[in-house]
């Protein structure tokens, strides 16, 4: 079984910073690609960023460009995402996602899995 556990949000001003930080557990037995979603509600999930497994190759989402930077710290099984720069438009709740292959018995089953979801609020 594999966890994910966001932490890092709540609520800011229109210009200020958050660090989203999501930290994997569980019979991990590599992660590949992880990213961050955000959902407003009565939308569906959208991806915001994501990284690959050796940090090479990023993605973002036009509208978090130049203001958001993810980041993955492997040895820890977790995944950054530095807001900077925050808008209103950026309140929604926050989501982590991996691509694990996870240690099941004897076998390794690949599966993708999700954080439980993190709200973040910008304000004033």
């Known amino acids: 079984q594999v966890q994910l556990v966001e932490s890092g949000g709540g609520l800011v001003q229109p210009g200020e910073s958050l660090r989203l930080s999501c930290v994997a557990s569980?019979?991990?037995?590599?992660?590949?690609?992880m990213g961050w979603y955000r959902q407003y509600p009565g939308k569906q999930r959208e991806l915001v960023a994501s990284?690959?497994?050796?940090?090479?190759?990023?993605y973002y989402a036009d509208s978090v460009k130049g203001r958001f930077t993810i980041s993955r710290d492997n040895a820890k099984n977790t995944v950054y995402l530095q807001m900077n720069s925050l808008k209103p438009e950026d309140t929604a709740v926050y989501y982590c996602?991996?691509?694990?292959?996870?240690?099941?018995?004897?076998?390794?089953?690949?599966?993708?899995?999700w954080g439980q979801g993190i709200q973040v609020t910008v304000s004033s």
């Open positions: 569980g019979s991990i037995f590599t992660i590949y690609d």
């Open positions: 996602n991996a691509d694990v292959v996870a240690r099941v018995i004897l076998a390794r089953i690949r599966h993708d899995y």
């Open positions: 990284i690959t497994s050796g940090g090479d190759s990023n």
